[in-house]
């Protein structure tokens, strides 16, 4: 498995694979998924993109995840800065770099992949933070939980609602940079 950074033209090359990936992951239905395919080519051209992909040996698309640079005006951003308090705001929001999608193919997920594609994607990131949401779960049980919480993210919002969406998310954060990775042995 290999794992590559992808440029916007890269990501918007392989949309297909993309999108199925991403409906296979979080098990969305088809309809769901074609409104998905506009925002994630319109998110590819935004200030400080960056996209990660784990390729297997063949090319085939196990994993991706991109984000950017968080700002006003766009639609997540401006969901999470009226949900914060002015103090919240300057903190999280000043400039801060947002997880859009990560994603494993559910037969490649529990080994390690994920974890590659973030530490990637955050050490490659622009910012002071760092944002996502996740639909809320069980911390204990849900990967996407345990994987953020050994990142060190943090809550910033839990059962929030986005517009036009049932299901309560969670917003966490971090700082930016992550810390140096341990030296092996240590
Ligand atoms: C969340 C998600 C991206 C994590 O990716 P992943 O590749 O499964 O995650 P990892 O393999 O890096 O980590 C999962 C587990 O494997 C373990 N692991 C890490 N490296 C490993 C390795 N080399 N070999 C074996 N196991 C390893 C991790 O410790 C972790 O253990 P845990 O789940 O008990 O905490 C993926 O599971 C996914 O796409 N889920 C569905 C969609 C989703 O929820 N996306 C996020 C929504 S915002």
């Not at 801060?96 to 994607?121: D, I, K, N, S």
């Not at 911390?139 to 517009?163: I, K, M, N, Q």
């Amino acid at each position: 498995m290999r794992l590559v950074r992808w440029t916007p033209d890269d990501l918007v090359r392989r949309l297909d694979d993309v999108v199925a990936v991403y409906g296979e992951a979080m098990g969305y239905r088809a309809d769901l998924l074609e409104a998905r395919r506009g925002y994630i080519a319109t998110h590819s051209r935004r200030p400080g993109f960056r996209a990660v992909a784990s390729l297997t040996s063949e090319g085939h698309l196990a994993g991706f995840g991109y984000g950017y640079l968080g700002a006003s005006g766009q639609w997540w951003h401006d969901q999470v800065l009226r949900a914060l308090d002015g103090e919240a705001r300057q903190r999280w929001l000043t400039h801060p770099f947002e997880v859009v999608e990560l994603h494993v193919r559910p037969p490649a997920q529990g080994h390690g992949l994920g974890t590659r594609q973030l530490r990637a994607l955050l050490t490659m990131a622009e910012g002071d933070t760092t944002l996502l949401s996740t639909p809320e779960a069980d911390e204990r049980t849900s990967r996407a939980w345990r994987l953020y919480r050994r990142f060190g993210f943090v809550d910033v919002l839990r059962h929030f609602h986005f517009p036009g969406d049932e299901r309560p998310f969670g917003v966490l954060g971090r700082d930016l940079p992550l810390p140096a990775p341990e030296p092996d042995g240590s």
